[in-house]
């Protein structure tokens, strides 16, 4: 069964705004990533944040973590039409290397 | 490098039909892994190793058998395919221990059993 599970499935902006997407979680983590997939792409790392971090950067992006809500989010700030993709959380299974991924979150960027 | 790849990239089967998806990766990883991408359920892990003769199950392994005779690759076997296995199948791959948590992927192998 999927561990986590990102909300909303889908969000649709304009350029220039800021874009939020959440991911839940059901037993204890060490740590949570968030990947980026472009259509019809592999998956791509985007960040790591372990679970004695509150928040992490990496350019335009910032993701939180709530410990106590097992819960994460994930802002992408001054969106841009490259940043249309799906972005997915995955936190560790039965054992770190068995990684579990949500659903996704769909982001279209407007023009 | 060309990082992990992946062949072929689409496939068409018949039931009952066997086949290997190919994954090498040249960054001399010691973690491999398979996922499967189904329409509204993410990625699902089907097996995966953390070394040379070291594979285990993920959460969706039956169907689908793994071995992993060098570092460098890791085929995905379907024995005798079936309808349900129609996914896009995705090669990850990563170093273990401490600098485990960055998984590389491949482009996937889309895969359609008639």
């Known amino acids: 069964s999927q561990q986590g599970e990102e909300d909303p499935q889908a969000l649709s902006i304009q350029e220039g705004e800021n874009a939020t997407m959440n991911c839940s979680y059901k037993t204890s983590i060490n740590n949570l990533q968030w990947y980026r997939q472009n259509s019809g792409r592999g998956l791509v790392h985007l960040i790591l944040i372990r679970s004695n971090e509150r928040e992490k950067h990496s350019g335009r992006l910032r993701v939180t973590l709530d410990t106590s809500k097992k819960s994460s989010s994930l802002l992408i700030t001054a969106s841009r039409a490259a940043d249309t993709a799906s972005y997915f959380c995955a936190t560790p299974g039965s054992n770190d290397y068995k990684l579990s991924f949500g659903a996704g979150t769909t982001v279209t960027v407007r023009a | 490098n060309a990082g992990v790849t992946q062949t072929p990239k689409f496939q068409v089967l018949k039931t009952g039909q066997s086949m290997t998806l190919q994954c090498a990766q040249d960054?001399?990883?010691?973690?491999m892994s398979w996922y499967r991408q189904d329409p509204g359920m993410g990625l699902r892990l089907i097996h995966y190793s953390v070394g040379a003769g070291i594979t285990d199950q993920g959460e969706v392994p039956n169907g689908y058998n793994v071995s992993r005779s060098t570092t460098e690759d890791f085929p995905l076997r379907l024995l005798s395919a079936a309808p349900s296995q129609t996914s896009v199948y995705f090669c990850?791959?990563?170093?273990?221990?401490?600098?485990?948590?960055?998984?590389?992927f491949g482009p996937g192998t889309r895969l359609t059993v008639t």
């Open positions: 960054m001399n990883h010691e973690y």
């Open positions: 990850a791959s990563s170093y273990t221990g401490t600098r485990f948590y960055e998984q590389y």
